[in-house]
């Protein structure tokens, strides 16, 4: 049996809604062997981060020399970064291991406003790590603190996109989650032509992880081999069915439901 793999190096969500466990939970569910680098251990639960605990420079290049030494991921994908250093790190073992199909999620904050990333970090996401990006998914905030620029309007959501491929991101996707109408689109923009993907806002407390499920399914679908719209177009699928189909799990900000894509393909309520 041949299969698909996929790195993440991302922070660990003890909660498992978000990062690694995400990632993972994803992956798997869409038939991808997952594999794993951890940046950080993040103390936290649905109603937030209790603290933050990074590995060692050399714990995680350990763990990038591991994966890369024997295993051939199809696709990779970052997540909570860090700090300058880890940028800095990921960035030279991309190159040293010739990878292909990065997806870089540029996280910075948690749901709750604790920091994920040093203010500091990401002028380095810009210069190191975007320009070997296939596609690079920000939230709004995110990509206005990459680009400088505010993010109101559908045409700042595209100048947007138009600076991170600038900046050497084949593709740019900027999620349209934080704003706030009764729909949410998603602009993905590939250096010539918009793309919008358009969803009905559902509305829930629910959403803790979607921008780590969304941007793991982006990269599961590519290292199956999918071009980077079919990618987006079936992990927009995955991400709405797992708000919608809610668990209902935690006090605060639930994780989303990372059965309920292939239940429903398997026409499973
Ligand atoms: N309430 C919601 N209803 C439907 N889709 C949502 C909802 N919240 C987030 N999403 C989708 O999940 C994805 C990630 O959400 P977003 O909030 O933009 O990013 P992040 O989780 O990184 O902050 C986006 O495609 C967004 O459109
Ligand atoms: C380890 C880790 N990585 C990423 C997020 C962002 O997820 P969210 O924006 O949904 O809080 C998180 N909370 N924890």
Same mark, same amino acid.
């Given at each position: ?14 909660? @498992? ?44 290049? &350990? ?11 199809? +696709? ?5 970064? /860090? ?17 292909? !199909? #990065?997806?870089?999620? %540029? ?7 604790? %920091? ?14 975007? %320009? ?13 603190? #990459? ?6 309007? #559908? ?10 491929? &600038?900046?050497?991101?084949? /593709?740019?996707?900027?999620? @349209? ?18 793309? /919008? ?7 829930? %407390? ?16 590519? +290292? ?10 079936? +992990?927009?699928?995955?991400?709405? +069915? ?14 989303? !439901? ?12």
């Amino acid at each position: 049996m041949r299969i698909a793999q996929a790195l993440t190096i991302a922070g660990s969500d003890n909660g @498992g809604g978000a990062g690694i466990q995400a990632d993972l939970k994803t992956f798997q569910e869409l038939d991808v062997y997952g594999m794993t680098v951890i940046t950080a251990i993040a103390a936290q639960n649905t109603t937030g981060v209790q603290g933050v605990f990074p590995i060692s420079y050399e714990g995680i290049a &350990q763990q990038l020399d591991s994966t890369g030494d024997d295993f051939k991921p199809n +696709a990779v994908k970052t997540g909570m970064l /860090y700090s300058t250093e880890i940028i800095q790190l990921v960035a030279e073992k991309w190159r040293h291991y010739e990878w292909s !199909n #990065l997806v870089i999620d %540029p996280v910075m904050v948690a749901k709750g406003g604790a %920091p994920l990333l040093q203010q500091q970090a990401i002028q380095t996401l810009i210069t190191e790590l975007i %320009p070997h990006a296939q596609i690079t998914t920000p939230n709004i905030p995110e990509a206005e603190l #990459l680009t400088g620029m505010s993010i109101r309007s #559908l045409s700042e959501r595209e100048e947007a996109a138009r600076r991170l491929v &600038q900046m050497g991101s084949t /593709y740019a996707l900027i999620k @349209g989650g934080h704003d706030t109408g009764g729909m949410i689109v998603d602009v993905l923009y590939d250096g010539q032509s918009f793309h /919008y993907l358009e969803n009905i806002r559902i509305v829930t %407390p629910h959403t803790h992880g979607t921008g780590c499920t969304y941007s793991a399914a982006i990269t599961a679908e590519l +290292a199956k081999g999918s071009s980077v719209l079919a990618a987006v177009t079936t +992990a927009r699928a995955f991400i709405q +069915a797992a708000i919608e189909d809610e668990l209902g799990i935690g006090a605060g900000h639930g994780p989303t !439901n990372h059965f309920a894509y292939q239940r429903r393909q398997r026409g499973e309520k």
